[in-house]
């Protein structure tokens, strides 16, 4: 069965790119559904789904939205009735890759709708816009998306337009033709998902090593606040066995506007897959607040939690940590035990009583065991009964405290694949 | 040039990603290509089953690995490295022995190697795969004026799992399928070729200006003015690849004085006067501001906006800034050795101010005008069209200046 490539593109302006580009993948033996994502007017080019199919089924009438002048209210009409139809074409065995070309306006709209896709399907974007400050993130946002910067604008068919089609073109047969389609669990030995970061690395890849010799495989996730709700993503996508979640630090940036906030879900799909998960408080003694500029420009994160009176961690200009207050501790507990409630399967979490990162240890920047104590008590009197917490006299980054929490994960992890 | 005899060049630090570097290595070598694996780490490391070892990297570049090794300042460890690998990059280019370049890191070892990758030709694939690609501000780094296709990873890149190699293997084949194909040589005609900037509120004229152009047989290469694709094309047009240029959104130039998200640059506007050759000038956008919504302060707030989708937001600016912006435009475009024409349309600039939105200021766009007749030389013309940039009127007026200019130059040549 042939392969097929979805192109999205804006037809009314577009035309004679798109059918380019549609001409090059046909010539290497791919079959294309082209897709009418445009707004402006009629196509210039017949397309295989045209965009009064795309706005039906994104709830609205193309009529009306072409009439519309606020392209902020009927773009995410057409945004939704796309990803609806490349989800169904999916589904049908129908799309082995998706690209899209373009600039501002259709860079955002096509990424929106290559993110409705799982991992491992090839996703291109081909943008003038690749490369813009502010943007650039999160036209990728967690996904496995390609971006390429075609520094021209794809408007009109010169040479250099030509040539940044024909190597997009290429890319995407090339990511197609041996493309799987969604990653599935296929690995023999059991998938670990772990979050970490620099202040809990020694933990981190004790933990990982010790969890490989058991005979898991181990897939680390930045806790940056894009890496964990990436991971958030691929817990939902089925593909891990059991969580490993070092450093939740996304849930206490969340709440207090940090550079590490991992959005309002975070630290919830795992439950909902009622897969084991184990936690501990790192990142919790700590907000990331960065770069150091803001302090002098009376940024509103540095006035509003008066950061500046605070104890600082500064290991240059942009990776700024304030300590935590007893209060946002406590606040954070509370979250996070409404949160693991909710949990299907089996929860633990441990608490190193002698430093929840490298900055929190004995001696170090931001050492503040006082606070720390506020937490425990409070977590434990918002978490059910049966999760059970266990505070470990020891520092996170301690080889022993690895142990306990590999220990502890191994046989949540036997339990419940022996049910 | 056949596909099988095409070499690609790989980059990585392998004290950290070696496992990785060699799985692609290998991949690539499995397509039948040509790899040449270079080992970037900074660290001093002496042994490296690398194609090119550090040691030969950190020579080219002027260091020794034990200087490297005694060094702590990784900073100029790693530009030393960056350095050296521009050199042996571009010695491979020469002797014809590299077609493509492949990069695999984290956040440093994405900097380094996006670093080697801007200093090779448009056109010349370019792929880096990154597990920092999605942090706010990197990507804009890595990518900055150059066309590298830059592929998220998702996961860390620490360790073979099936879902690094899922990704790694999906860019090699992005890899082989681009140097599978037949490739345009990307030469424009540079007797003829006219360089246009654009932004999505002045989508229609620039539509317009291009259809009438290519009617006259000028090909026309858009740049979206975002700050990064109008510094591109000054950066093309400084290489003599354009005869002409409508820069219809120089808007870059206020954004950089204000350090705003559109910021083309200290050096905007300038690469076409100093080239000589003839220039239009348009305003769309430059009397719009775009802080990132992030770094808004208390005034920001309160001025008018216009939201155009989910990401973009305009600001008015200012008199005082406007009259700021035209007097630095002025001072710009007085250097031209060439000729150059400023349009502007009296019922706003774009469609974000078209008559109705929040933002249109005919009155105020004024004092921008009355600034830039005072501060420009005499022989730069001001043409003032009582139309909107997006109105069709506007568009014919400034096709038929772009035209008779053209013709005249080409008649000249």
Redesign the interface.
Known sequence: MPKHIVILSSLD?KGAEASYLKD?IES?GFKTILMDTSIGGEPALQPDISSEEVARLGGGNIRDIRASRN??QV??IMIKGASTKVQELLAKGLLDGIISFG???NT?SATSVMKALP??V?K?MVS???????????Y??????????????I??L???????L??A???????A???GGP?KP??TSP?IAMTTFKFAEECGQHA?ALLEKKGY??????A?G??DS?MEE?IEQG?FQGVLDLVPAGVIEELLGGNRAAGALRLESAGRAGIPQVYTPCGFDMLSCGPLSRREAGDPLWTNLRLAERKIFIPDEFRVQARTRGEEVCEVAEVVGRKLNASKGPVRFFIPTQGWSSLSSKGADLYEPVTDALFAPVLKKSLRRDIEVSELPMELNSPEFAEALVTALDSMVKKSSAR | MSYESKGVLILATMDTKGPEALYVRSKIEEQGLKPTLMDLSTRGRKSSVADIGPAEVAKAGGASLKLLASSSDRGRNSEAMVSGAVKIAHRLLRENRIHGIFGVGGYSGSLMTSEVMHSLP??F?K?LVS?A????????RF??????????????I??L???LK??L???V?????????????????RRK?IAMT???PC?GC??AV?AAL?KSSY??????A????DR?MEAMITEGLFSGVIDLAPGGVGEHLYGF?R?AGPTRLEAAGRMGIPQIISTCGVNHITP??SKYTREHDLRRRH??????TWLRMSPRELKEVAALIAEKLNLSRGPVSVVIPLRGWSSVDAPGNATYEPEEDRIFTAELRKTLKKEIQILEVDANMEDPGFAEALIKIALDMFKEVSSHA
């Open positions: 302006t090059l290497q392209t902020g773009t995410p600039g501002a306006s955002t991992f491992g090839p291109l003038s816009t690749a490369s813009m400050p502010a943007y650039a993130a999160k990728i946002g967690t996904k496995d998306i390609t971006m390429m910067h075609s520094v021209v604008d408007s009109g010169n040479d250099l337009t030509k040539a940044v024909e190597r073109a290429g890319g995407i047969c090339g990511m033709a041996a493309s990653v296929v690995s998938l990982m495989t181990v897939i680390p996730f930045h940056q894009i890496g990436a691929l593909l | 448009f056109g694939p792929i597990s690609a999605a942090i706010p501000g990197l990507s804009t990518i900055q004026t150059s066309d590298i296709l830059l592929f998220n990873s998702v996961v860390e620490a360790g799992s099936g879902l899922n990704v293997d999906r860019a084949l992005a890899m082989v399928g681009t140097l599978q194909g037949q490739v345009t040589e990307p030469s424009a005609d070729a654009m932004l999505s989508e620039a539509r291009r290519e090909p026309v290469v858009g740049f979206h975002t700050g990064t694709g591109a998200m910021d990132r919504k939201d155009i989708d989910r990401l973009r």
